[in-house]
């Protein structure tokens, strides 16, 4: 893999879970301009077909984490409400985009109340929680009169900024790696698969950041799911950045054990740097795949990721084991 073009590109659309028709527009049009013939469900999820009636399915969320406007504050800042599950500690200081209904943009910050370290003496011991942080607008507002004068409404959605940065040491820092970084791994398939009748359904879901992303759209034929996400990274887990992570449980029970032992027998036999592993606070579009009562065999896989819901970091050696352990398991299919 030579260009990660298309991978920076996502990344720089703002697609928390409810607002992803620009990143559903790319994903589609990408496939579109690869010769391909995407489709989209009723749900606006994005899918691809190689084969009349495939029975693998393979997915990624394009949707991210973010946050959304709940009320006025009277001092001209702005209360909100999460969209997922984003570490508040590491959002704290975080350039954020609001985008209103008029296609408006504003920018600001996500801080703590009392957020001066010269005013708070308690500012560096705060639990922080979405009851004690705003959004300081980057505008000249010191009212909620001032708020609407802007054209700001309750429901408006934030976008937290990203910083991509792709290093020569092959490390990709960004925010929502998470599982954007999945999505690239799509694209690749897709570029290998695209002259092939592999029975095989590429499937990028938006809503599996608030649960339910994963739960139908797929077509009729399929009986495998390939989840593609990212791996865990911590004191809990073996997975490293620079591997493709193979998930045995997360903390919705255990996944298809025979998909499972199948993946880890073709990395062992391939060389594909990978980790088994169980993820203690995770759950995925396979999980929502099986809990909507799909008759599915499920495993999940991907490149480890970093400081997940965080500032987030991954490495182009884990996104291309995950490339071809996937293209090592179709191979074994057909």
């Known amino acids: 893999m030579n260009s990660y073009k298309h991978l920076q590109e996502l990344v720089a659309i ?85 985008y209103t209904l008029d296609e408006k943009t504003y ?11 010269h005013a708070n003496k308690s500012l560096g011991t705060t639990v922080r929680s979405i009851e004690n942080m705003h959004i300081r607008l980057d505008e000249e507002v010191n009212s ?33 790696m998470d599982n954007k970084a999945g999505c690239f791994v799509l694209f690749e398939l897709a570029k290998k698969l695209k002259d092939t009748n592999a029975p095989v359904e590429l499937f990028f879901s938006n809503y599996e950041e608030v649960g339910h992303g994963g739960t139908c759209g797929y077509a009729e034929t399929i009986e495998e799911l390939l989840v593609i996400d990212m791996g865990v990274i911590g004191d809990d887990c073996e997975g490293k950045e ?61 490149p480890g990721v970093s400081a997940s819901h965080g500032v987030e970091r991954t490495h182009k050696k884990g996104i291309e084991a995950t490339v071809d352990l996937c293209m090592a398991y179709i191979n074994q299919r057909n």
């Open 242 to 302: 620079t591997k493709c992570s193979i998930c045995a449980k997360d903390s919705t029970g255990p996944y298809d054990y025979e998909m499972r032992k199948r993946l880890s027998l073709l990395a062992e036999n391939n060389n594909i740097p990978h980790q088994i592993d169980v993820y203690p606070y995770y759950g995925s579009d396979g999980s929502a795949a099986l809990r909507a009562g799909n008759d599915f065999r499920v495993a999940l896989i991907g």
């Open 14 to 98: 703002d697609s928390p879970s409810g607002f992803t028709k620009k990143a559903e527009d790319y994903c589609y049009h990408l496939l579109l301009n690869l010769g391909l013939k995407p489709s989209r469900t009723n749900k606006n999820a994005i899918k691809c077909n190689f084969n009349a009636k495939p029975t693998l399915a393979i997915a990624a969320h394009l949707d991210t984490l973010g946050a959304i406007v709940t009320g006025f504050n009277t001092n001209g800042t702005l209360s909100t409400s999460l969209i997922g599950s984003p570490s508040l500690n590491q959002a704290e200081g975080e350039y954020v985009t609001i």
């Open 144 to 176: 909620v009169e001032d708020l609407k004068k802007l054209g700001i409404r309750i429901g408006d959605i934030i976008c937290l900024d990203t910083r991509y940065q792709e290093l020569e040491s092959g490390f990709i820092k960004s925010r929502f």
């Open 107 to 117: 920018t600001g910050t996500y801080l703590l109340n009392n957020p001066a370290k």
